[in-house]
């Protein structure tokens, strides 16, 4: 009976130092796993990132006139051919101003109901834009459409050289971005490697500013502001990243 006991102690005694033997070679591998995992994940590369703007001026040498159709009657029917009527005059003028069709951009007409307090009416509405480069149009087409009833218009200066100006200022944008990465790359003592990414976009300024080339011996007995010279500016805008070493 003491040489069974004693047996099964020695086994017992076995079976714990395997145990942690066991554990131990686990822990072992766990460790050199999560190492070779750690190693094996890249490391993510360093960038720097710029945002820059640059424009460019260009000659205001078109206009862009809006003009708005609408009118309102009691019934559908009434407000539709008060509408059309009024489209009818619009197309004779333009026609009267020689307005080229490949200058004219319009919308379908579009009715609503209006309530006023316990009255309801029909109203319409068309939106018409135009472009042209004669500017003693623009003031001679306004006078004629007050004096028809229309009390809805405006205009703005572009330029027909827009496409070619949106280019230089994306140009002007890349560079300066990447003059601006250089410097600071030289400066912390890292390399400028190539670009990640890029984002851009641009948009147009409508409001014209004072040209410098203003001649003011063009200014007449009948001046007008027309008389001086202006520029539409146009912006590109980026966000590019390059990666650094």
């Not at 590369?45 to 003009?67: D, G, H, K, Q, W």
């Not at 087409?141 to 572009?158: A, M, R, Y």
């Amino acid at each position: 009976m003491q040489t069974f006991k004693k047996s099964r102690k020695s086994m017992v005694s076995t079976g714990r130092k395997l145990g942690k033997i066991t554990l131990t070679v686990s822990l072992l591998f766990f460790g050199v796993s999560c190492k070779s995992m750690a190693q094996q994940q890249p490391i993510s590369e360093r960038t720097i990132t710029i945002n820059m703007s640059a424009s460019e001026l260009l000659p205001a040498n078109l206009i862009i006139f809006n003009v708005n159709i609408n009118a309102e009657a009691d019934t559908p029917k009434e407000a539709f051919e008060a509408h059309k009527e009024r489209e009818s005059l619009l197309a004779d003028l333009l026609k009267e101003f020689d307005i080229k069709e490949e200058d004219i951009d319009f919308e379908p007409i579009r009715m609503n109901k209006r309530y006023r307090n316990e009255s309801q009416t029909t109203v319409t509405n068309q939106s018409v834009s135009l472009s042209f480069n004669n500017f003693g149009t623009y003031e001679k087409i306004q006078i004629t459409l007050i004096e028809n009833g229309f009390d809805s218009f405006n205009g703005q200066f572009s330029s027909t050289e827009i496409s070619e100006g949106k280019e230089k200022a994306l140009i002007s944008a890349i560079e300066a971005a990447k003059e601006r990465a250089e410097l600071i790359a030289n400066t912390s003592g890292v390399a400028l490697g190539p670009v990640q990414t890029i984002n851009y976009s641009d948009h147009q300024i409508g409001i014209p500013r004072k040209s410098s080339m203003m001649a003011m011996d063009a200014v007449r007995s009948e001046s007008s502001m027309m008389d001086f010279a202006q520029t539409v500016s146009v912006t590109a805008n980026i966000n590019i990243s390059f990666s650094i070493k």
